[in-house]
């Protein structure tokens, strides 16, 4: 590729300040996660083809050439003022519905967060307008640049911390503008400077990132006694550890257990948690009269000596508990190889060498790929209680994608239980029922798909004061397992939500409620599941791979009292994440609406309508900039399932569209545009077929295999990406010359937009719907290519 882009020294800089700009990015996403949420490191993307579509408004009103080592230097400059500015300045995202105060500040941290992309995009923008006919050249090597930013990042965030991409991209930048740079005196004062900031990729402790106070890490850093004893980052993760008398982590744990708790620390994960490390030995009393009061104790007892599969186990609570139950074997595996790495290595001692265990597995990989990979069957699997408690009415995480809890997760593990086999699956409780209750009608969804016969007699339901655990049997539960579920029952002090034969009178009676409102929609679902979801305030429909959103439970007939509690409550965002990705499209409507109308305001007015391309020829630009990211953020999101990490994810699916439309872009005179677009749409299509089908398939093979299969089917798809976008700027160059930057605009601005859209399309009908829709956008772009040749009016 690098050897076909005739890399004079323009080219060079602009695949600098493209890497710049792409590490900028990704380090962007992850300080955003562990500062704040991950919703706003979603609006990232946004951020930057906002970004572009910017520069494409300045170059479109400006005239005169463009500085270009000016531009890179700006664009170093403009990283570590967004830096700065974000880690210095506080952001309380859970006060901006009563202190609007907090809304400006947001609109700081994007318009400083868009500002290098701005420069990197005027740079790019500039290379192209000047470059005419032959755009196509320069905007290959961004695309190029593009690419190799992404292993770069991930590469300086695994050596040194996230932060260190920020120093990344700002020596990147510098690198262009000596590259840029005609003069000896700028490229050696620029080549001094860019040494310097070398150090910079070791992040200096007061540069270090500042998180939000409402993060559950700053959190439990205000016990008295509270130090942070270890903190690692990998190109996933940022994992802290804190040891503090505060943390006591029992999720589920019987209020008549008669323990005192144990010593435990806490392990964060991008500031979420805690999740607790335990210094428990599973032949200790202590560690036995926890597991006996814990929520799947009753599972352990209903099978002794089980064959024990536990899935997403956070830092092993419950390999201790079924290793203390008498298990007689225990396997599992930690879908982010930093907790087993601390496990193993630093708090081997702590958790009382928890993973030498000779009971106990390790597989590499995630939850979902165990299940796949492995021929044994189980008489007990376990979904564990491993993450904090999510309020529903906040509406935080309903944009994350989670491959644990979905239907087909569900169907896999029913696959692998033995003949007497028990799945397990413990959620928090939620008050109205929303967690659990989906939970459940995810359950009963996956039991009906596998075509289980006597469904109501293979279901066991308990209740403690924050808990809910279901289970589910290969049998019918026979009358000796009721009877001793029930003495579990009451000894634990749990309560019955569902059991086959359950009486009126056994409801409610330990943890009491007004109305047992968790009997009543489990049982709705159970007998009339559509009726009973559809009917409910919010949204239980069992979530699938296509949609793995479990925590997406906002409906539009929320939206009336969401909005009434606006100033109300203490709850962030005004109850939904839902609503917080509807305002972030609005406000990209409001800044796309300017750089699509200002430059053919500003070339009529200066009389200049030989510059002005069709109404035509706008929206072949428009569907371009729809059509990539409605593919491209629907592949990340897909693709986060069989390469096991997001992380992994945005690096195959980004470096390869990246480099392979850079590509595309490069060769494509070569290529005629219509029946370019008409492949595109025809790969699309087969590309979205063909990955329902081969993703579960490819979960029992070798990650590698994994990653280059994905690779192979992706080249495709972003070869004939980067067709159109060259060869329709090489056409407008002919039909109405000097038009290259407001092309760039209206792409850019429409991207914004659609990064949005493909979140909330996505969310409420899946992401084949939403890459459907990217390949209708580039059947528009082919329907509208004969715009191209023509002239405004």
């Known amino acids: 590729m690098l050897s076909v882009l005739r890399l004079d020294r323009n080219s060079v800089g602009i695949m600098l300040i493209s890497a710049g700009s792409l590490s900028f990015e990704v380090g962007l996403t992850r300080l955003f996660a562990i500062q704040q949420f991950h919703h706003f490191a979603f609006v990232v ?28 230097i700006a ?113 050696l004062v620029l080549a001094a400077v860019s040494l310097v900031v070398l150090f910079g990729l070791n992040t200096p402790p007061f540069l270090a990132l500042r ?3 409402y993060k559950p890490l700053s959190i439990a850093r205000l016990a008295p006694d509270a130090r942070i004893t270890l903190s690692k980052s990998s190109a996933s993760a940022r994992v802290d550890v804190v040891e503090s008398s505060s943390i006591h982590v029992l999720p589920g744990l019987s209020l008549n257990a008669p323990i005192l708790p144990p010593r435990q620390a806490g392990l964060f994960i991008d500031g979420d948690g805690p999740i607790p490390i335990n210094a428990l030995s599973p032949e200790s009393v202590q560690t036995e009269a926890i597991a006996a009061y814990m929520p799947p104790a009753l599972a352990y007892e209903l099978r ?22 008498k298990a007689r074997s225990v396997t599992t595996a930690f879908g982010e190889p930093l907790v087993r790495e601390i496990l193993t290595n630093e708090y081997a001692d702590f958790s009382e060498r928890l993973l030498f265990d000779p009971k ?72 109205p029922a929303s967690e659990s209750a989906r939970a459940w009608s995810t359950l009963l969804e996956a039991l009906r798909d596998e075509n289980v016969a006597d469904l109501s007699g293979r279901l066991i339901a308990y209740r403690g004061m924050r808990t809910a655990t279901l289970i589910g049997a ?66 239980l429909s069992p979530p699938t791979d296509d949609r793995p959103f479990f925590y997406h439970f906002f409906r539009w007939r929320q939206t009336p009292e969401v909005l009434a509690s606006l100033g109300l409550t203490w709850q962030p965002f005004g ?29 009529k007015r200066r009389r200049h309508r030989n510059t002005l391309p069709a109404n035509r020829a706008m929206l072949y630009f428009a569907c371009l900039g729809a059509g990539y990211l409605l593919v491209e953020i629907p592949l990340l999101q897909r693709l ?44 699309l299509i087969a590309t979205n077929i063909v990955l329902p089908v081969i993703v579960p398939i490819s979960l029992a093979w070798p990650l590698g295999t994994r990653m280059i299969l994905f690779t192979a089917l992706l080249i495709p798809c972003g070869l004939l990406m980067g067709v159109p976008f060259a060869s329709g700027l090489r056409i407008l160059h002919e039909s109405a010359p000097g038009s290259t930057p407001w092309a760039w605009a209206v792409n850019g601005a429409v991207s914004g937009l659609s990064g949005v859209a493909a979140a909330l399309i996505s969310l409420d009908a899946g992401f084949s719907v939403t890459f459907y829709i990217g390949a209708l956008a580039y059947f528009g772009a082919w329907l509208t290519v004969p715009g191209l040749r023509k002239r405004a009016g």
């Not at 572009?52 to 890179?72: D, I, N, W």
């Not at 105060?101 to 941290?109: A, F, H, P, T």
């Not at 192209?128 to 961004?142: Q, T, V």
């Open 575 to 603: 109850g939904s994440g839902y609503l917080v990705m509807l305002a972030l499209l609005a406000l990209m409507l409001v800044l796309a609406a300017p750089m699509i109308v200002l430059p053919a305001w500003s070339a």
């Open 45 to 72: 993307v946004s951020l930057a083809v906002m970004g572009f579509a910017a520069s494409g408004l300045v170059l479109s009103l400006r005239r005169r050439p463009a500085s270009l080592p000016l531009l890179a």
């Open 474 to 539: 290969r049998r019918p539960f026979s009358r000796a397992e009721l009877k001793a579920t029930r003495s579990f029952l009451e000894r634990s002090g749990f309560d019955p939500i569902y059991l086959p034969d359950l009486r009126p009178d056994e409801l409610n009676r330990h943890n009491r409620l007004p109305e047992d409102v968790y009997h009543d929609i489990y049982l709705a679902i159970l007998d009339t599941p559509e009726a009973a979801i559809d009917g409910y305030d919010f949204n």
């Open 640 to 683: 986060a399932l069989p390469l096991e990490r997001p992380v992994f994810a945005l690096a195959v699916t980004l470096f390869t569209l990246l480099l392979s439309s850079g590509l595309g872009s490069y060769v494509s005179p070569r290529f005629t545009l219509r029946r370019s677009l008409l492949a595109l749409v025809g790969v």
């Open 304 to 325: 002794p000596d089980a064959n024990v599969l536990v899935l997403t186990p956070g830092a092993g609570l419950d390999l201790v508990i079924a290793l203390a139950a």
């Open 360 to 431: 106990l597995s390790l597989y590499s990989g995630t939850s979902r790929t165990i299940l796949r990979k492995t021929d044994e069957e189980f008489d007990v699997i376990y979904y564990a209680l491993s993450r904090g408690f999510r309020p529903v009415t906040s509406g935080a995480f309903s944009l994350s994608e989670n491959y644990e809890l979905t239907t087909e997760s569900f169907r896999d593990a029913y696959r692998r239980l033995s003949e007497n086999g028990l799945l397990v699956i413990t959620r928090w409780l939620g008050t």
């Open 75 to 187: 664009f170093a400059l403009a990283s570590a003022f967004s830096y700065l500015t974000i880690n210095f300045l506080p952001f309380d995202s859970y006060s901006i519905a009563w202190d609007f105060r907090q809304v400006w500040i947001l609109l700081l941290y994007f318009s400083v967060a868009g500002a290098p992309f701005f420069f990197s995009g005027w740079t790019v923008g500039a290379c192209m307008a000047s470059a005419g006919a032959d755009a196509h050249r320069p905007y290959a090597a961004n695309l190029a640049g593009s690419a190799l930013g992404v292993p770069l990042a991930l590469i300086t965030i695994s050596a040194f911390s996230e932060e260190s991409t920020i120093a990344l991209a700002i020596f990147l930048g510098l690198l262009a503008g000596i590259s840029f740079s005609a003069h000896r005196e700028t490229r």
């Open 211 to 213: 998180l939000s106070p």
